[in-house]
């Protein structure tokens, strides 16, 4: 399949490419290193040899998130934003961004989004799990009061917030000892992520913010599949859940939340998806470079769906949600980057093919 769009791929600056080398063995660090750091060589050819038209380009985790002093993380994310534009530049028909935010600082963080967006003309936001403070005790999640402000901003900006996994802190990490295996994608990523989400979920954030569209990756990190046990738990008992949000949790899983098919490459469990959520919000995603474009896209071209909904997961939902179709104005720097490098034909080819 031809024309798909994938937008949980990662790419590291020299000043967070260390974080990523706990998630590689010894002897597979250089592959991975020399991914990280590429963008417009093997990534590209990849691209080319099995049919990803566009990627939403990420930088990798925990990154900003684990910066504990909050002006060093907003410097951070501002500089990773810049270098990202400067890429995105290069080869706008090929690359578009999520920025990295640092949450530490709310007020900063919507700032920071809004710089983004309007001025250097991406697409959305993507933050790595909770964030670290030197002041706190626990770790930041963003279902606090204090976020609030930052998530009115990003509904104004109407542009969608992927919420990426982390570990959890080793402090917090007690159920994984002695069994460090299932930290990382195995499991640790997928249960720290869905707690999250459901936090957000169950404080009444999208009846405050109905607008709000949030990403999970990897199938929806198991939420799917656990939405009726979550709303019918012990149906005859008189107390149920007790949360603030009015209604039930998957009404706003169904109605806020996407998800994508990166790092979880399984027909049997996009056809679960597909019947909890429904196609309209599945999308095409690889997880590169911590796994393979090949084999994301081998698989998906493959998997036992519909023309329909492939067309659906692999390029067109993406072209809603990010507004790929109608929003194809670019800001200056994309616009010389885009006839520097490929001219008008190649822009129509991205951005203004209909599904």
Known sequence: MQNKIALEEHFATEESLG?????????????????LLDIHEKRLREMDKHGIELMLLSLNAPAVQAIMDPADASDTARRANDFLAEQI???????????AIAMQNPDGAAQEARRCVLELGFRGVLVN???????????LYYDAPAFRLFWAELERLDVPFYLHPRNPRPQDAGIYEGHPWLLGPTWAFGQETAVHALRLMGTGL???????????GHMGEGLPYSLWRIDNRNKWMSRQNQYQAKRKIADY????????????????????????????????SADWPFENIDHAADWFDNASISEGDRQKIGYGNARKLFKLDSNTKLNSRQRSGDSNQYGRNDHDRCCDRRS
């Open 89 to 99: 530049a290069r080869r706008p028909t090929r690359f578009q961004g999520l920025a």
């Open 19 to 35: 974080d990523s080398a706990l998630f590689a063995p010894e002897a597979d660090w250089p592959e991975l290193r020399s991914r």
């Open 129 to 139: 799990g909770f964030s670290d403070t030197a002041d706190s005790a626990k770790p």
């Open 206 to 216: 999208f009846d405050e913010h109905p607008r709000l569209q949030i990403i999970l």
């Open 253 to 284: 899983f169904r109605e806020n939340f996407h998800i994508t098919t990166s790092g979880n490459f399984r027909t049997q469990t996009l056809i679960d998806a597909m019947l909890e959520i429904g196609a309209d919000r599945i999308l095409f």
